[in-house]
């Protein structure tokens, strides 16, 4: 049991648990108080830094983004991940 | 205007690529509409009818004409939610500059809300999500 097997990955357990005279890590404050995310998992700050913007910088930021996805497609329509390479791993 | 692009005008952090608009069904808007739609070269982006131009008959339907133009996807809604048409809608709307001197009317995101949940597919009951956090967000808290 003790013994690591060839290739194995260190049990990292013991090192991680307290020691005796540690102090006991900080807690986290609770989700509901201080996360960014809502309960229903929204990024409150991403709906914050929207409102913080115009309306036109906030179509600007829509554009950009559809751009963006536009581009990625585009790319990897171009350049498809699946054949890259593949050369090497057949055979 | 409505839809999601609505939503983002008014701070919603979503991503959408077509507009959405409720248009006026009176004859003298149609003829306006066929008018501007073809510098547009509007065609619907329906399977197996991406040559038909959308025709007066077509915009004065209730339904939705679901069209692609030179500038991207283009929803013309006769009605949308339970039937919802133009007339119903301009009272909740609120107008916004986007630029340039340019002028829009867009569904207030309270009932572009209430709309959406009327009807809400799975992609709308995301969007919804994210609609809602942002009204709370505006919302001054008393």
């Known amino acids: ?91 | 205007m409505v839809g999601g692009v609505s939503g983002v005008l008014q701070g919603a952090p979503i991503t959408t690529f077509d507009l959405d608009i409720v248009h006026s069904r009176d004859p003298e808007n149609i003829e306006r509409l066929i008018a501007a739609l073809e510098p547009l070269g509007a065609r619907y982006r329906t399977p197996g009818a991406k040559e038909i131009k959308p025709e007066r008959s077509h915009l004065q339907s209730p339904g939705h004409q679901l069209l692609m133009t030179r500038g991207g996807p283009l929803d013309l809604l006769g009605t949308i939610g339970h039937g919802h048409g133009y007339d119903d809608l301009i009272d909740q709307t609120t107008e916004m500059e986007i630029g340039k001197g340019l002028r829009i009317r867009v569904l207030k995101l309270e009932t572009l809300i209430e709309v959406k949940e009327e009807t809400a597919g799975e992609k709308d009951k995301a969007a919804l999500i994210i609609l809602r956090r942002t009204l709370q967000e505006k919302t001054p808290k008393s």
């Open chain 1, 1 to 91: 049991m003790g013994r690591k097997a060839p290739g194995q990955l260190p049990d990292r357990r013991q090192k991680l648990s307290p020691r005796k005279g540690m102090k006991k890590a900080v807690e986290t404050p609770p989700a509901s108080r201080h996360s960014p995310y809502s309960e229903d998992g929204v990024d409150r700050t991403l709906v914050r830094w929207m409102l913080s913007l115009s309306p036109a910088e906030r179509l600007q930021v829509l554009q950009n983004n559809v751009g963006a996805i536009l581009r990625l497609r585009r790319d990897t329509t171009q350049f498809p991940i699946d054949s890259a390479d593949t050369s090497t791993k057949r055979g």
